[in-house]
């Protein structure tokens, strides 16, 4: 039996690959990577599940909740952070992030979108198309979106 379990010295996050019009993707740009984009992600608390955390995120970063769950991915996507950018409330614990995705359908309008709502992670945000995000990420996120964009294709083609 298979447990649902993040990687050893991963800290445990899920990532949200927002559905909107025209199979495009939410993305924002980061508030202190002005040059990056990303997809909304966070950590799980601890007793939280992923869904609970995708649920809670998809509020903090994105500002909304009009959402309905399409899939969960079917393992934990990871990804390194460069030793450089390890943020220090981690104290080395982690390498990296072990992610959970999620897809989901946006049920709103562009104007349920509030990148203000709680402490803002975004400074700005758009949709994008689905072979557009490779280019607009950090190069070391590149191959955790990959696997995503491989596990989703479906719902964004």
């Not at 982690?94 to 990148?115: R, V």
């Not at 975004?122 to 964009?149: C, T």
């Amino acid at each position: 039996m298979k447990l649902d379990v993040p990687p050893r010295f991963y800290r445990p996050n899920v990532g949200l690959m927002l559905i909107g019009p025209g199979r495009r993707v939410f993305i924002g740009r980061r508030l202190n990577q002005p040059d990056a984009w990303q997809m909304p992600q966070g950590g799980v608390d601890k007793g939280e599940a992923p869904v609970e955390a995708a649920c809670r995120e998809l509020g903090e970063e994105v500002g909304t909740t009009k959402a309905l769950l399409l899939r969960e991915s079917r393992d934990w996507v990871t990804y390194d952070v460069p030793p450089a950018m390890h943020p220090p409330h981690w104290k080395g614990r982690w390498k990296g992030q072990a992610q959970k995705w999620f897809a989901l359908a946006f049920t709103g309008s562009d104007s349920d979108i509030d990148i203000t709502a709680h402490d803002q992670e975004f400074a700005a945000w758009r949709w994008a198309e689905a072979n557009e995000l490779l280019g607009l990420i950090v190069d070391w996120k590149r191959p955790a979106y990959e696997a995503v964009l491989r596990e989703f294709s479906d719902l964004v083609s």
